[in-house]
Each structure stands twice: as structure tokens, then as C-alpha cells.
């Protein structure tokens, strides 16, 4: 399996010190889809909330089924969340433009707006939130992560494997880092 890192420049200063330091410590997490149907989003989550960075993760309403079951785990975790675009029940009309825009999107060829239900929602509430790292879950989560980084000057990270139309993320995030002037390295992990 490959591990990629981006090196973005100025992101983060190194220390000349021994003492650790702890450069990140509100970390990001954006998806397309709501926690419950993404099991590797929260465990990305739940592991840097337990090293004791304060998380947040942004998500979209997809299926009812997934409403109950995010509930449950909102009841047990220890980062906050905040649901984007509306619901069909509970915030209609937002959730009524988000797709109206998202259709629209698709009908004119405006791909990272009909990737993204809510692109300028999710990069808007990424802004306020000050990060200082943005991970993306998600295929539609490439837009609005690529413009948090590029904003607020965070270190954008990608977490997708395969993006399911079949296209290497990392194809996708090497193209990202060379329109940017960043430098991504791979590595590659011994599977255990």
C-alpha cells in the first residue's frame, strides 16, 4: 500500500528544539457522506480526537437510514460535527437548493460543484472553522479540500484510495500539488 504525504510550503515551520511540539491541533475532516455510512472516516476521526486534537467533521445528509445511526454515534464520540446542505425533513429548503445547485451544476458542466453537494457550504463553514489541517473522505470532498488549503494556507491530505470512478487518488493529488507548486513523496508500507 502507498502512503502519500503532502509537503506544502510555509504550512508548518520545523523546531530546532528536542521538546515536541505539537504544530496541528484542530484538524478538519470532510465528506460527501454522513458518518455512519463512512466507518473510515470515523475511525480517522476517533483516533485524532483520542490523541487529543480537537476534530471536526463536516458531512451531508445521503439516506434516512444513516440519520439514526449517526445519532447513536454522536451520543459517543469526542469530536463535533456539523451536517451541510440541508435535510429533507428537518432543514427542507437548504436541502432543496443544495440539489437544485448540484443539478444544475451537472447540467453545465461545473464539475466540482456537482461533485460536491454544497461546495461553497463546505468550503465556507472550512474557513470559519480555522483548521489547521483539512483531511478529505470522499471523492467530492477533493474540491472544497483542495480550496480550505489554498485559503487558510493548511496542509490539505487526502485519505481515498481509488476514487470510485476508477481514477488513482493519487493521480488526482499529484496533478492538485503540481497546479499548486507543493511536493507530494510516497512511500511504501509493508502490509502486516
Not at 496541528?24 to 476517533?46: E, V, Y
Not at 471536526?56 to 439514526?68: E, G
Not at 512511500?187 to 502486516?192: A, E, P, T, V, Y
Request: aromatic share 8%.
Amino acid at each position: 500500500m502507498l502512503d502519500f504525504r503532502l509537503e506544502v510550503p510555509r504550512a508548518t515551520e520545523t523546531s530546532k528544539t528536542a521538546t515536541e511540539v505539537r504544530m496541528m491541533s484542530r484538524i478538519l475532516i470532510l465528506t460527501t457522506s454522513q458518518p455512519s455510512s463512512n466507518p473510515r472516516m470515523r475511525k480517522a476521526a476517533d483516533a485524532l480526537a483520542s490523541k487529543g486534537y480537537t476534530v471536526h467533521a463536516l458531512y451531508a445528509f445521503k439516506t434516512h437510514w444513516a440519520s439514526n445511526a449517526d445519532a447513536e454515534i454522536f451520543e459517543q464520540v469526542q469530536w463535533t460535527w456539523e451536517r451541510i446542505g440541508g435535510h429533507p425533513e428537518e432543514a427542507k429548503f437548504t436541502y432543496f437548493v443544495s440539489r437544485l445547485t448540484r443539478k444544475l451544476a451537472e447540467k453545465i458542466g461545473m464539475t466540482k460543484y456537482a461533485m460536491c453537494r454544497s461546495y461553497s457550504e463546505y468550503v465556507a463553514r472550512g474557513l470559519a472553522w480555522k483548521p489547521d489541517l483539512v483531511i478529505g473522505h470522499n471523492p467530492g470532498a477533493l474540491g472544497p479540500l483542495v480550496d480550505d488549503g489554498r485559503i487558510n494556507s493548511t496542509s490539505p491530505c487526502s485519505s481515498m484510495r481509488k476514487i470510485t470512478t476508477g481514477v488513482n487518488s493519487a493521480l488526482v493529488l499529484r496533478k492538485v500539488c503540481a497546479s499548486r507548486n507543493w511536493r507530494m513523496t510516497a512511500s511504501l508500507k509493508s502490509r502486516q
